[in-house]
């Protein structure tokens, strides 16, 4: 049996998307700035994609910039409210202890051109507080950043609160929601979100296109340039088959949230109640606020790669963490914000199911966890030292 289970990495793309690119591969394929027939065409599907993908979020179709994926939309969201509260001699940023690198990465830029970032600490169960937010914010800060759902342990802000908290502030508001998009409901009107960045690879869409919300009268910064597209925030030719199947996969997503969160939610209550019944292993991020796919763990006495690897043997695809940092040895950042000891970060494990998970396949991942659990304990002097009483556990 192969079970797919790294959904928070990346997901196979839906018939719908498929069929809808397939077209703009083929026949329609004109350049949508040109002027002729063709280029028409083009033009007047990226209008219509535009448009449904607004309609997704509430919002309007003039206030979505397509991107390159979720990395380049957070970095235009960032550095274009850098650059306004620059302007207004406001340079500094709040953000989270656990965002993505994208995220993380622009910010420690920003800084060494001299703004100041404070991280906010998201507690053992990964959530921060609107009050943390509203404690934080000082009359030179310039934006808020929190991602609406962790990548790793899927926990979800309270968005709409801490965005009420921006808006009453007057300090701008972006949100990471690569995560949640196609899996969550979401408006941003009604949860006070200014700019919010998104990837069609996470709901069932094709790989490198995602897209940038940016509520009217905030200015946005260029980050390529070269031409017009885009009304002219973001330079290059429009990839109009990936953003048609970005376009039918987010709505179809959206469509079902509800019903697929269901199915999915029970699933994943299963598969945490059987790896939980595992001695000496905790379970990551909040046990109910947490995205309806997202399965995170820890276990006492492993390392996460040898666990991966041996999962892999069984058919099992995991990861033990971000897929953007899976190449690195260093103890993932997410689990070492919430209190995670380095060795214990070390021994993770990320499950992310989705609506065509099957229940055979929840009770496969259990019983092969275990295992590859128990295997590599029974091989470790590390475990033989905590089991014997010369070293103490740290998971009771």
Same mark, same amino acid.
């Given at each position: 049996?192969?079970?797919?289970a790294?959904?928070?990495?990346?997901?196979?793309?839906?018939?719908a998307?498929?069929?809808?690119?397939?077209?703009?591969l083929?026949?329609?394929?004109g350049?949508?700035s040109?002027l002729?027939?063709?280029?028409?065409?083009?033009?007047?599907a990226?209008?219509?994609?535009?448009?449904?993908?607004?309609?997704?979020?509430?919002?309007?179709?003039?206030?979505?910039?397509?991107?390159?994926?979720?990395s380049?939309?957070?970095?235009?969201?960032?550095?274009s409210?850098?650059?306004?509260?620059?302007?207004?001699g406001?340079?500094?940023?709040i953000?989270?202890a656990?965002?993505?690198?994208?995220?993380l990465?622009?910010?420690?830029r920003? /800084?060494?051109e001299?703004?100041?970032?404070?991280?906010?600490?998201?507690?053992?169960?990964?959530?921060?507080?609107?009050?943390?937010?509203?404690?934080?914010?000082r009359?030179?800060t310039?934006?808020?950043?929190?991602?609406?759902a962790?990548?790793?342990i899927?926990?979800?802000?309270p968005?709409? /609160?801490?965005?009420?908290?921006?808006?009453?502030?007057n300090?701008?508001?972006?949100t990471?929601?690569?995560?949640?998009?196609?899996?969550?409901?979401?408006?941003?009107?009604?949860q006070?979100?200014?700019?919010?960045?998104?990837?069609?690879?996470?709901?069932?869409?094709?790989?490198?296109?995602?897209a940038?919300?940016?509520?009217k009268?905030?200015?946005?910064?260029?980050?390529?340039?070269g031409?017009?597209?885009?009304?002219?925030?973001r330079?290059?030719?429009?990839?109009?088959?990936?953003?048609?199947?970005?376009?039918?996969?987010?709505e179809?997503?959206?469509?079902?949230?509800?019903?697929?969160?269901?199915?999915?939610?029970?699933?994943?209550?299963?598969?945490?109640?059987g790896?939980s019944?595992?001695?000496?292993?905790?379970?990551?991020?909040?046990a109910?606020c947490?995205?309806?796919?997202?399965?995170?763990?820890?276990?006492e006495?492993? /390392?996460?790669?040898?666990l991966?690897?041996?999962?892999?043997?069984?058919?099992?695809y995991?990861?033990?963490?971000?897929?953007?940092?899976?190449?690195?040895?260093?103890?993932?950042?997410?689990?070492?914000?919430?209190?995670?000891?380095?060795?214990?970060?070390?021994?993770?494990?990320?499950?992310?199911?989705c /609506?065509?998970?099957?229940?055979?396949?929840?009770?496969y991942?259990i019983?092969a966890?275990?295992?590859?659990?128990?295997?590599?304990?029974g091989?470790?002097?590390?475990?033989?030292?905590?089991?014997?009483?010369?070293?103490?556990?740290?998971?009771?």
């Amino acid at each position: 049996m192969n079970i797919y289970a790294d959904n928070a990495a990346t997901t196979k793309m839906c018939r719908a998307a498929i069929d809808a690119m397939l077209p703009y591969l083929d026949e329609i394929y004109g350049n949508p700035s040109s002027l002729h027939s063709a280029g028409q065409r083009a033009n007047e599907a990226l209008t219509d994609a535009r448009r449904r993908i607004a309609g997704c979020l509430n919002c309007d179709a003039e206030e979505i910039i397509f991107t390159s994926g979720g990395s380049e939309a957070d970095n235009q969201a960032i550095v274009s409210a850098a650059r306004i509260g620059e302007r207004q001699g406001k340079k500094h940023i709040i953000t989270t202890a656990f965002e993505h690198h994208a995220v993380l990465h622009t910010l420690d830029r920003l /800084e060494r051109e001299g703004f100041e970032v404070t991280l906010l600490d998201v507690h053992e169960n990964g959530l921060v507080t609107p009050q943390q937010v509203s404690d934080a914010i000082r009359p030179d800060t310039c934006l808020v950043t929190v991602m609406y759902a962790n990548n790793e342990i899927g926990t979800i802000q309270p968005i709409k /609160e801490i965005g009420a908290v921006c808006r009453e502030k007057n300090v701008l508001f972006h949100t990471d929601a690569v995560q949640a998009v196609g899996h969550l409901n979401i408006d941003v009107i009604e949860q006070n979100i200014d700019m919010l960045s998104l990837s069609a690879h996470k709901f069932h869409g094709p790989k490198g296109i995602g897209a940038l919300y940016v509520k009217k009268g905030i200015r946005v910064t260029n980050l390529v340039e070269g031409g017009m597209q885009e009304r002219g925030r973001r330079a290059g030719t429009e990839n109009i088959p990936a953003i048609m199947g970005m376009a039918a996969a987010m709505e179809n997503a959206c469509a079902n949230i509800d019903r697929n969160a269901a199915v999915v939610i029970r699933l994943r209550d299963k598969l945490i109640e059987g790896l939980s019944k595992i001695p000496h292993s905790v379970l990551n991020g909040d046990a109910s606020c947490r995205l309806p796919g997202n399965v995170s763990f820890c276990f006492e006495g492993i /390392e996460g790669e040898s666990l991966l690897l041996l999962l892999d043997d069984k058919g099992v695809y995991a990861s033990s963490g971000s897929a953007c940092t899976s190449g690195s040895l260093d103890p993932s950042h997410v689990l070492l914000a919430i209190g995670r000891p380095h060795e214990i970060a070390h021994g993770s494990l990320r499950l992310t199911i989705c /609506e065509e998970t099957t229940e055979e396949e929840i009770d496969y991942m259990i019983r092969a966890v275990k295992d590859v659990v128990g295997y590599l304990r029974g091989i470790s002097p590390v475990w033989r030292d905590l089991v014997s009483g010369k070293a103490e556990f740290v998971i009771e």
